[in-house]
């Protein structure tokens, strides 16, 4: 007899290798604060029909929504289960959205191009509008249906016109949970259309409890140094975890540190080693505006002024990164542009 070949295991944008996906995760590691507004607001039995949940990238997004949607999806919209919104690994409609098999959970995210084997760049309008097919159908057992955008950042204009059309004709006992890692980059109609829920970036301390977990053969002063080039988000700490994780993130450090004087043969050696790097360019690019960012708020924590430059330098890094990334262009080129680009923000103060 043939032995049967093994299922396929399409790549997933929303995946970290060799760590399990949200929707088999259970546990929340911090943001109390919005659990617990999530939490009253959907055992109130009045919650909204649309979340907007904010924050880094790998903070926990995704986390949260799935332990929004199985509570939904095991008791409703109502009081019957725990106050933390908590629906055991072992219930039936765990296992079911763990297996990405509930028919009353749709996750939208960017597909697989059938022709080469990779995921599409953007979130396209064929998958937005599955949501009306799927809001179409009757309600199963718990009478409710939820549907999880990740990321809504991955939308293109006409997917995202798609998105609101949806949500200015919501329908009962439905729910969508919509993530974004930069909502102020979605149209304005949508954001208004969807409440808030903004996670906040993690504490080292609680960062550290997760890898504990999911890093078990590295050492206390490996985590430890993980959590503190991490910024809060655990998902960037796994990923500065695999291959050229950490040298990338103090890269992009340097990157701003030298902003007014950058090193040409430098940046271009380190274009080379993005070029060899599976992801590397968009990983980058990744600890780059979050290492901007990071800077921007902690200088505007402290008071200062006229980091307007440098917010805008930010959003042009962002999008330099994000183009070039779609478009497969030469490394090199996207990190020198990014580092003059740095450099005009710097003359006018440094960071």
């Known amino acids: 007899m043939a032995r049967r070949s093994e299922p396929e295991i399409l790549p997933e944008a929303d995946r970290i290798e060799g760590q399990p996906h949200p929707r088999e995760v259970c546990a929340l590691i911090g943001h109390c604060e919005a659990l617990a507004r999530a939490a009253r607001a959907v055992r109130s039995g009045r919650p909204p029909q649309a979340w907007l949940i904010t924050g880094p990238q790998g903070i926990g997004k995704a986390t949260l929504a799935y332990r929004i949607a199985r509570y939904l999806l095991r008791f409703g919209a109502t009081a019957e289960g725990p106050e933390d919104l908590a629906v055991g690994a072992r219930d039936p409609v765990s296992q079911q959205v763990s297996a990405g098999a509930h028919p009353g959970l749709l996750v939208l995210r960017r597909a697989v191009n059938e022709r080469t084997g990779k995921l599409m760049n953007v979130l396209s309008i064929e998958e937005v509008r599955k949501l009306s097919s ?9 009478g409710w249906r939820v549907a999880i955008i990740d990321t809504a950042d991955d939308m293109n204009d006409a997917a995202a016109n798609a998105l609101l059309k949806t949500l200015e004709e919501p329908p009962a006992r439905a729910m969508i949970l919509v993530l974004s890692n930069n909502p102020g980059r979605l149209v304005s109609t949508i954001r208004s259309r969807c409440q808030r829920l903004d996670l906040r970036p993690l504490s080292d301390t609680d960062v550290e409890t997760a890898l504990k ?5 590295f050492d206390d002063d490996e985590r430890a140094s993980l959590a503190r080039l991490a910024s809060g988000s655990i998902g960037t700490a796994l990923v500065l975890a695999e291959g050229d994780g950490v040298t990338f993130a103090r890269e992009a450090d340097r990157l701003i540190d030298n902003a007014t004087h950058p090193d040409v043969p430098a940046l271009l050696a380190l274009g080379d080693k993005l070029a060899r790097a599976t992801d590397g360019l968009e990983t980058f690019g990744a600890f780059l505006a979050n290492a901007l ?17 440098w917010i805008e330098a930010s959003e042009k890094v962002r999008s330099k990164f994000g183009r070039s990334s779609a478009l497969y262009l030469d490394p090199r080129q996207t990190v020198v542009s990014a580092a003059m680009t740095l450099g005009d923000a710097a003359r006018h103060g440094a960071l």
Do not use: E, V
Request: a positive charge; glycine letters at 20%.
């Open 134 to 142: 799927f809001f179409g159908m009757t309600s199963g057992a718990g």
């Open 213 to 217: 977990q999911k890093l078990p053969d």
């Open 293 to 309: 960012s990071d800077r921007i708020r902690a200088k505007g924590a402290a008071g200062a002024t006229g980091l307007d430059r």
